[in-house]
């Protein structure tokens, strides 16, 4: 599943000797406040299709923030880290960091740290739909850890942007084979070709993963392979909640 701002996006993947393959897709949109009665419209639809072994969410780019932790020796110790990323968020985003549960990308010697924010709230009412839906919740992760872990094996070789286009926002992230230097939230509009931000110096190339279709970006786009019950040109809407597992 893909949790975006109006709008969730489900399909379900059977396995069979070693294939994956799409069986059914759906989107069931929202207005602001009204994502209870899609996740209901969610449950229905799951509960037609028999029986399911997991439940994996990807959560879109305005349900998550994120900040970069400058690497520092004092980094290795698990509650300074936290104690530093919580004290970064409140300075940054003037929320309490009490209310958001935090994932640390995976940590490496002398390089930053990214650092994901996840609502209590959104986390605790993901856990009670999948219990209500009787089925196991296996994960839940943020749009921008999916895409780099997905694509993780053509990032690390590169120096440029990634932008990870989620409706009218957008999350860039800069960085130098696996080392993420910068991270930013802006606003997205296809129409503008400003949209896309310009890379800086040393950098040799941006990269787009989107849910929509890109004009033009062929050329940094990032997509899924097409695979049985999808195809990349036809079902883009469904590239975030198959990422990691397509």
Known sequence: MHLAADALMACEVQVQRGTRRVV???R???AAGERAAA???LREWMGAGGWRASQEWVLGVSDARYLLLQWTPDLADRKLREAFAAALFEQQFKQD???YAMRFAKSAYGRAQLVAFVSNELLAELAVHAQTSAI???SVAPSVSAVWDRFRSVLEKESGALCVIDGDRQVVLHHAQGDVEAVALRPF???RIEAVPAMRAGEDRWRLFSSTSMRGGAGGGLSLADGEG???ARDTAYAFALCGVF
């Open 24 to 26: 059914r897709k759906e």
């Open 28 to 30: 069931f949109a929202f």
């Open 39 to 41: 996740l209901q419209s």
């Open 97 to 99: 960091p009490g209310a």
């Open 136 to 138: 196991r919740l296996a």
């Open 189 to 191: 509009d296809a129409a």
């Open 230 to 232: 999808f195809l990349t």
